[in-house]
């Protein structure tokens, strides 16, 4: 049998044609950083542009369009390991993206910003994206002139820090050197009884002035909770939960973390106790506390709890 003989076909210096009015144009605006299509004599505006309407094989009219540069996929491939023939040379995905203005689609590469090989496609890339043409900085009037579609920014991480001091009033103050000492101090109204951690030095209620001081423990219930999926340097890891405690002694629920426990496990009635940083790490502050865990206790009844959310 005689061996296998590879054989090349090859126009050496490239394969050379006219490509005519409608496609010279489109290729010319291409490389000018522009998108156009032409308009069929029923109205269609085709992109890219043919000579002739494919519906009905009538020559289209001599009226281009410029559309997008915006588009929207319509529909997707994924490459998660793309040869040395592909535009790319990192996971990309080919899309059939339709600009705004058209009323046809053409298949390009998607750049969604993956560069591990073998890797997933990403939960973003979706049919109905939004996207937009990634041009090279050297065009020559090829279709080739777009390096890919990238989608459009949507979101955005800006850092953000606010420094300012806060100062305390008598109350607050008050409250702080207790925090230094270990303890956990309220104010007890004379009038309706109910202590406020941390104190204020008024009552919520019926507010007027309080004095009497009350410390109150270090465990509590939790009322409500929210589950956080955004990272906190407070928190041990993400997601997280913020959750409002009713300490013992207490009236008034206080904000705090909560951890030691799964985030979907934590529930309305949750007997937590305080985690405290170690004493040589303490100051007049509230973060003494790192955040509350389980106590191990039963759980408290919603109808016990329900007055304090």
Same mark, same amino acid.
């Given at each position: 049998?005689?061996?296998?003989?590879?054989?090349?076909?090859?126009?050496?210096?490239?394969?050379?044609?006219?490509?005519?009015?409608?496609?010279?144009?489109?290729?010319?605006?291409?490389?000018?950083?522009?998108?156009?299509?032409?308009r069929t004599e029923a109205g269609r505006v085709l992109f890219p542009p043919l000579e002739?309407?494919?519906?009905?094989?009538?020559?289209?009219?001599?009226?281009?369009?410029?559309?997008?540069?915006?588009?929207?996929?319509?529909?997707?491939?994924?490459?998660?390991?793309?040869?040395?023939?592909?535009?790319?040379?990192?996971?990309?995905?080919?899309? =059939?993206?339709? *600009?705004?203005?058209?009323?046809?689609? $053409? /298949?390009? +590469?998607?750049?969604?910003?993956?560069?591990?090989?073998? @890797?997933?496609?990403?939960?973003?890339?979706?049919?109905?994206?939004?996207?937009?043409?990634?041009?090279?900085?050297?065009?020559?009037?090829?279709?080739?002139?777009?390096?890919?579609?990238?989608?459009?920014?949507?979101?955005?991480?800006?850092?953000?820090?606010?420094?300012?001091?806060?100062?305390?009033?008598?109350?607050?103050?008050?409250?702080?050197?207790?925090?230094?000492?270990?303890?956990?101090?309220?104010?007890?109204?004379?009038?309706?009884?109910?202590?406020?951690?941390?104190?204020?030095?008024?009552?919520?209620?019926?507010?007027?002035?309080?004095?009497?001081?009350?410390?109150?423990?270090?465990?509590?219930?939790?009322?409500?909770?929210?589950?956080?999926? =955004?990272?906190? *340097?407070?928190?041990?890891?993400?997601? $997280? /939960?913020? +959750?409002?405690?009713?300490?013992?002694?207490?009236?008034? @629920?206080?904000?705090?973390?909560?951890?030691?426990?799964?985030?979907?496990?934590?529930?309305?009635?949750?007997?937590?106790?305080?985690?405290?940083?170690p004493r040589e790490e303490w100051g007049a502050t509230i973060q003494n506390i790192r955040?509350?865990?389980?106590?191990?206790?039963?759980?408290?009844?919603?109808?016990?709890?329900?007055?304090?959310?």
């Open positions: 049998m005689p061996s296998e003989v590879n054989h090349v076909l090859e126009f050496p210096g490239g394969y050379t044609r006219s490509v005519g009015p409608v496609i010279g144009r489109f290729l010319t605006e291409l490389r000018d950083g522009r998108l156009v299509g032409v002739y309407d494919p519906d009905t094989g009538d020559a289209v009219t001599e009226e281009f369009v410029e559309v997008g540069p915006a588009g929207t996929v319509e529909s997707w491939s994924w490459v998660a390991e793309p040869l040395g023939s592909h535009p790319l040379d990192r996971p990309f995905a080919w899309a =059939l993206i339709k *600009p705004d203005g058209a009323d046809t689609a $053409f /298949v390009h +590469a998607l750049d969604v910003g993956v560069h591990e090989r073998g @890797a997933e496609p990403p939960k973003r890339l979706r049919t109905g994206m939004r996207v937009r043409p990634k041009y090279r900085a050297e065009r020559t009037g090829s279709i080739a002139d777009i390096e890919a579609f990238q989608p459009e920014v949507t979101m955005i991480t800006s850092p953000t820090r606010l420094e300012f001091e806060l100062k305390p009033g008598r109350a607050l103050e008050r409250f702080f050197e207790g925090m230094a000492e270990g303890r956990i101090l309220g104010h007890k109204c004379e009038i309706c009884g109910k202590v406020t951690v941390p104190m204020k030095g008024l009552c919520p209620k019926d507010g007027v002035p309080t004095s009497q001081e009350v410390e109150v423990a270090d465990t509590g219930t939790v009322t409500t909770f929210a589950v956080n999926n =955004l990272p906190d *340097p407070r928190a041990p890891q993400v997601p $997280f /939960v913020s +959750a409002y405690v009713l300490l013992d002694g207490a009236d008034i @629920a206080m904000l705090t973390l909560v951890a030691g426990i799964d985030a979907d496990k934590v529930r309305m009635g949750m007997r937590v106790k305080a985690v405290w940083k955040w509350f865990e389980p106590s191990g206790e039963d759980d408290v009844s919603f109808e016990a709890i329900q007055e304090y959310m």
